[in-house]
Every structure is written in structure tokens, then in C-alpha cells.
């Protein structure tokens, strides 16, 4: 699979711009965009250069200050892959690689539980089935399709650079 974007998403809901908040000020210098999705869901991209270190640490603090689950994905050129993680309150943290086959049911589960979390309602099925899949021709589609199964509609925009 290829990549087109290198950097970091971070989604979650606030009705502030999510690189607005506390949590990721000392990453604004390397925001490159933030899109709507629907219900006040956002993707705030970060460039390469972030540097985001403790991801815990930050996916905790973005859940703490919003009140709401939060996801990462974190792209990187030259890696089979983009990690993808997650955390809400009451369930914690969990983390795939896409298109990861091997892992796929049970990441599914715990995606679900985080769904749950975020006030939507969906099966672990398609999300299994999305992860074990090595048919997409870019990583960032994956990316996109599986916040659909989450749960989380899009606005139509998917270009991770896009300021919206």
C-alpha cells in the first residue's frame, strides 16, 4: 500500500477547532489542516516534523479536555502501514496497524468499544473485515472508510491537508 500524506490525524469532537485546544498547543506550529465531519467531529493533521512522542499521554489529555474517545493515526513514508490508536474513558486504550490481517478481529472489537464510547452504534464485522482487507491503493482511504464503519459520516473532503 502507498501513502500520499506523512504526518499525524487526530480525531475527535469539541465545537472548537481541535487545534484550538490545551491539549495540542505545543503541536500548532505543525498543523497543516482541520475538516469537519459530521456531529462536530474533526481530523486535525500535523505534519512529519510534530514529533508526538508519549501518543498515551496525548490521547488521554485530547479525551480529558473534550470529554469525548479520540483517535490517532500516525503515517509514516517507508513503513508497511499506519498505526491507528485509540482511547476513551471506558475502555481504555488500544492500538493496529492497517491492514494488519492477523489482529483484525480483536481490534475490531475494542474499535467497537470505542465507537460505543463515542455514542454510536456499530458492528465488528465490517470493521474486521476492513483491517484484514489489503486491497486499497492507499492507506489514508483505509483511514477514511474506517471512520465511516466507526461511525463517524464525512463531509466529503477527505484530504488530510485540507484546512476546513
Known sequence: M??????????GRDDRPL??????????QCVTGNRPR??????????????LGDSISLLIEVAAETFEPV?????TVGEDGAAVEGFS?????????????????????RAVQWATAAGREVEAGPIADLLA????PHL????????????L????????????
Not at 459530521?38 to 514529533?51: E, I, M, R, T
Open 140 to 151: 489514508e482511504a483505509v483511514f477514511e472508510e474506517l471512520l465511516e464503519r466507526l461511525g
Open 2 to 11: 502507498r501513502m500520499g500524506f506523512s504526518g499525524y490525524l487526530i480525531v
Open 71 to 75: 483517535l490517532l493515526a500516525s503515517f
Open 89 to 109: 474513558g471506558p475502555y481504555g486504550y488500544w492500538w493496529t496497524r492497517l491492514t494488519r490481517a492477523s489482529c483484525a478481529g480483536d481490534v475490531a472489537g
Open 133 to 136: 482487507a489489503r486491497s486499497a
Open 153 to 164: 459520516a464525512g463531509t466529503g473532503d477527505t484530504s488530510p491537508g485540507e484546512i476546513g
Open 38 to 51: 459530521a456531529d462536530n467531529w474533526q481530523v486535525c493533521s500535523l505534519g512529519p516534523d510534530a514529533g
Open 19 to 28: 487545534p484550538e485546544l490545551h491539549s495540542l498547543k505545543q503541536h500548532r
